[in-house]
């Protein structure tokens, strides 16, 4: 039997710099440029930095992609939009006027030089969880074995996220 359905994966978008919100939108028009089919968008939500030193606070959202690429494809693209973007990586989770973040490609499991899916991290962060519970939260993280919604609910992180008031 074929299965001719785009798989499903989730872009984490982050700013802490400049603009915030006005570099989310553009990350999601240069993945859409990049031929990043986007299929929705969770809203914005507004959280401080976790595991890093003092820096401006961060807006997060999560894309919804139909991906019609393998993910080290979409990896690739997303990092040129991040670039393109004026993204640097001077320092080890440092402020960033754009951050990208392939979290889930449908059911994959991989560790490659590229990227590790799921995101290796994804489950203990808030500000991920929030925003991807939002668009998918009976979705079943593809190690854990858990939906999404629940990982969220039993998260010890306290991080405060609240959705975004400009």
């Known amino acids: 039997m074929s299965n001719d359905q785009p798989t499903l994966a989730y872009i984490g978008l982050g700013s802490n710099l400049g603009d915030r919100a006005g570099n989310l939108m553009l990350g999601i028009r240069g993945?859409?440029?990049?031929?990043?089919?986007?299929?929705r968008l969770s809203q914005i939500y507004e959280t401080a930095p976790v595991e890093t030193f003092a820096q401006p606070a961060f807006l997060n959202m999560v894309?919804?992609?139909?991906?019609?690429?393998?993910?080290?494809?979409i990896m690739k693209r997303l990092l040129a939009v991040e670039q393109s973007l004026g993204r640097t990586r001077d320092r080890a989770k440092g402020p960033r006027t754009i951050d990208l973040d392939l979290l889930l490609y449908g059911n994959e499991e991989r560790a490659t030089p590229l990227l590790t899916l799921p995101h290796p991290?994804?489950?203990?962060?808030?500000f991920v969880l929030v925003p991807l519970t939002e668009l998918a939260p009976e979705f079943i993280h593809p190690?854990?074995?858990?939906?999404?919604?629940?990982?969220?609910a039993k998260l010890v992180e306290d991080a405060e996220v609240k959705p975004w008031r400009p």
């Open 143 to 152: 190690i854990l074995r858990e939906p999404i919604s629940a990982l969220l």
């Open 121 to 126: 991290r994804m489950h203990t962060r808030r």
């Open 63 to 73: 894309a919804e992609l139909r991906a019609g690429l393998p993910p080290e494809e």
């Open 31 to 39: 993945m859409i440029d990049a031929g990043l089919k986007i299929s």
